[in-house]
């Protein structure tokens, strides 16, 4: 069964300031499948914040330029969004995500508010 849990609670930083935020999976390696950062704010759709493929890849939302950063630990299960420059619009819940033999696995999501 394919699992994935967030770590931490809901996360506030300041503007221009940094977060990085950690994922659990369990039941599928990190590095057979690609893995997912999305994120919701309020109002709003979900949207695709940054990926990693199996072979490592890294692919990137437009808005990003430059200041998130998804990338693996060492082992099979934690994988990582580090986000620096915060802007009050990245104020979101924040998602991670794989898809696997067609099926949506979520984390549970994290709240994070960047207060201006």
């Known amino acids: 069964q394919v699992r994935l849990v967030q770590s931490g609670e809901d996360l506030v930083q300041a503007e221009g300031g940094s977060l990085r935020l950690s994922c659990a999976v369990s039941?599928?390696?990190?590095?057979?499948?690609?893995m997912n950062w999305y994120r919701q704010a309020v109002g709003k759709q979900r949207e695709l914040v940054a990926s990693?493929?199996?072979?490592?890849?890294?692919n990137y939302a437009n808005f990003m330029k430059g200041r998130f950063t998804i990338s693996r630990g060492d082992g099979e299960k934690l994988f990582y969004l580090q986000m620096n420059s915060l802007k009050s619009e990245d104020t979101a819940v924040y998602y991670c995500?794989?898809?696997?033999?067609?099926?949506?696995?979520w984390g549970q999501g994290t709240q994070v508010t960047i207060s201006s």
């Open positions: 039941g599928i390696g990190i590095r057979v499948n690609a």
């Open positions: 995500h794989t898809l696997f033999f067609e099926s949506d696995y």
């Open positions: 990693i493929t199996a072979a490592g890849n890294t």
